[in-house]
């Protein structure tokens, strides 16, 4: 389990950076792959960073259940992308099934070590 969460997260980690630096300069790179700089764009930007923060965080407080929230979320945002983007042959569509592929595989060994345990609430709830 701990390889598989190392791994997606550091997919994670290794794929953002580039892009939100990217997005930050405004590169045309970003263009030609997002379209125009647009303040959709600029909230994508935001989401990207949070989950790049989450990673890294993560890295060093590898919580499996806040770890298993996180792909479990880019998981279903990445595999609806084709369906919302109208393409499966789009650049950053094909990145995402593929990324997803790889949080899928670390959720299942998430769940193989750590089972329903994951999904019991706090006794605050």
Do not use: C
């Amino acid at each position: 389990m701990q390889t598989w969460i190392y791994v997606s997260l550091a997919a994670n980690i290794v794929v953002l950076v580039p892009i939100v630096v990217l997005m930050a300069i405004q590169s045309s790179l970003i263009d030609e792959a997002w379209g125009p700089s647009t303040a959709a764009r600029g909230i994508l930007m935001s989401i990207y960073m949070a989950i790049l923060i989450a990673s890294a965080v993560l890295v060093f407080l590898p919580v499996p259940a806040f770890i298993a929230a996180l792909l479990a979320v880019q998981v279903v945002y990445k595999v609806t992308t084709p369906f919302t983007v109208g393409s499966f042959i789009n650049p950053v569509v094909v990145s995402n099934l593929l990324i997803s592929g790889l949080h899928i595989a670390t959720l299942a060994a998430i769940y193989s070590e750590v089972g329903t345990r994951l999904f019991q609430t706090s006794p605050l709830m």
